[in-house]
């Protein structure tokens, strides 16, 4: 904030001998000063939040190239399930031939 009695005059104060259009120009100018601190103010919450989002869209963009990541290692691994289970399967339909052509063979005796 700027110190308003580094204007040699205070806001309100009544200026001895002085015209009321320098008390006038005084009241202007400490609040057009007001207003300039208020919008700085403003523009540095803005520039906060602007620097928050930013903060909160690259953790977004980690987030989702690690998911990403985590995904292709998923589809990874269930096409080598889905490759080991046929796989099983197969074996499986060999052993359940040979045991009935095993049982088959020993009803024909």
């Known amino acids: ?12 104060e009544p200026v001895h001998g ?5 008390e ?18 403003r523009r540095r919450d803005a520039d906060r939040d602007e ?3 930013a903060s909160r869209i690259h953790a977004l963009g980690t987030d989702r190239s690690r ?3 985590e995904l292709d290692g998923a589809l990874v691994r269930a096409r080598e399930l889905e490759r080991i289970n ?3 399967s197969q074996r499986l339909d060999g052993a ?3 045991i009935r052509a095993v049982l ?5 005796t």
Do not use: F, H, Q, W
Request: no cysteine; proline share 2%; charged share 30%.
């Open 24 to 41: 006038a120009a005084t009241r202007r100018l400490a609040a057009a000063l007001d207003a300039l601190d208020a919008a700085v103010e």
């Open 51 to 53: 620097d928050e989002l």
């Open 86 to 88: 046929r796989e099983v």
């Open 1 to 12: 904030m700027i110190e308003r009695s580094s204007l040699g005059v205070m806001a309100g």
């Open 67 to 69: 998911l990403a990541n």
């Open 96 to 98: 359940i031939e040979t």
């Open 104 to 108: 088959d063979s020993g009803e024909a």
């Open 18 to 22: 002085a015209p009321s259009e320098v």
